[in-house]
């Protein structure tokens, strides 16, 4: 009798979730690392508004401005010359998949923070991105030692898909706070809904609590 070919396709990737990620002792119960509803992905899926800005590092800026004391507009060379740190985060988007273990390169936010000094009436951030793309997060969300405007993913330059030259990275909110192809971040004393948060997705977004729609 042959074996049915589904199953073992089935099995087959379940094995590779297994064994097929760097970084992790074979016998580390990997699930204990999988949030509620979520299922492990080896490839990185794309998801955004239907088109990916076409965008030239001659014209890039990063604009942070708002309740800060120094805003900036950053091109891309001074983006460049502000200290990268490099961080191994796992990745959980909303649409069900998680990926673990992620390389991500770029630049801290503790150190745009540094930068840019929030006042202390900034409690929020809203962030903008070159395809009119919006989300939002509370300022101390993002206070965070693994929060990064990420230009690397596993060793390499962010494809154009994933949001080249820089995006955000959340790592403990699901994936849709994380605007790719950032251009701007607005620090305020309120709170303004992106653009899945104003179409019921939840405005807090922890994969570990399940935490999905608004
Ligand atoms: N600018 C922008 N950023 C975005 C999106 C988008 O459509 N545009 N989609 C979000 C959603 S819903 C998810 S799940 C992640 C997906 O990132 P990926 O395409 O690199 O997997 O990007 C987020 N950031
Ligand atoms: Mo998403």
Not at 2 to 21: D, F, M, S, T, Y
Request: proline share 7%; with cysteine.
């Amino acid at each position: 009798m042959e074996p049915n070919e589904r199953v073992v396709k089935a099995k087959q990737v379940l094995a590779q979730h297994r064994r097929g990620i760097s970084g992790r002792e074979v016998d580390e119960p990997e699930d204990e690392r999988l949030p509620p509803g979520q299922h492990f992905v080896n490839n990185f899926p794309v998801l955004d508004l239907g088109f990916k800005p076409d965008l030239s590092l001659d014209d890039w800026t990063l604009t942070v401005d708002g309740f800060v004391a120094n805003p900036v507009t950053w091109t891309w060379g001074e983006f460049q010359s502000q200290p990268k740190i490099d961080l191994v985060t796992d990745f959980h988007c909303v649409t069900t998949w998680s990926m673990l273990d992620c390389a991500w390169q770029g630049v801290s936010f503790r150190h745009l923070i540094d930068v840019v000094r929030p006042l202390s009436s900034a409690q929020f951030l809203f962030f903008e991105s070159y395809d009119d793309y919006t989300t939002n997060l509370p300022l101390e969300v993002c206070v965070d030692d693994d929060v990064l405007l990420a230009t690397h993913w596993n060793g390499k330059p962010l494809s154009r898909d994933h949001g080249w030259p820089v995006r955000m990275l959340i790592p403990k909110r699901y994936a849709w706070k994380g605007a790719k192809w950032i251009k701007k971040i607005t620090f305020s004393d309120r709170d303004q809904k992106g653009f899945w948060e104003v179409r019921g997705y939840s405005n807090t977004a922890l994969p570990w609590n399940n935490d999905r729609y608004g």
